[in-house]
């Protein structure tokens, strides 16, 4: 596993960087086996992809959406999940309220350091 906090203490994570940590330039066994590890792990019974075609990589440097717990704002890790949950209420109901809630955070979280439109698009796909 990638150091994902400063003192190896995890303490929160966000939903795109546990999509990112298996979703980066690894292998594609190596992909599996991070997938397999979290099916067990949360009890997914959900049948595992077969397939990474077509599914962007993130850097492996930069496969975080966040930094760490000195470098980060004390609200980073929350609005990127308030992101996830935004686009997935616009993607479930596409009204022009969430449109506007899922823009706004949008907008936010690209401007985090470390992330950017490219990067967060990526996330969202």
């Known amino acids: 596993m990638p150091t994902l906090e ?3 203490k995890l303490i929160d994570i966000d939903p795109f960087t546990i999509f990112g940590l298996f979703n980066k330039g690894i292998t594609k066994d190596n992909r599996f086996k991070i997938m397999s ?30 930094y ?10 929350d609005e990127l999940w308030e992101l996830f949950e935004s686009a ?9 309220e969430n449109r506007k809630v899922l823009s706004y955070y949008f907008d936010i ?9 490219s990067k967060i698009t990526m996330g969202l796909y």
């Open 6 to 8: 400063i003192d190896n």
């Open 37 to 66: 590890n979290f099916a067990k792990k949360l009890n997914i019974q959900a049948k595992l992809p077969t397939s990474f075609a077509s599914i962007p990589v993130l850097n492996n440097q930069n496969a975080t959406f966040y």
């Open 68 to 77: 760490f717990s000195n470098l980060r704002a004390e609200n980073d890790i």
């Open 88 to 96: 997935l209420n616009y993607a479930n109901h596409s009204t022009q």
């Open 109 to 117: 979280v690209i401007n985090k350091k470390g992330n950017g439109n």
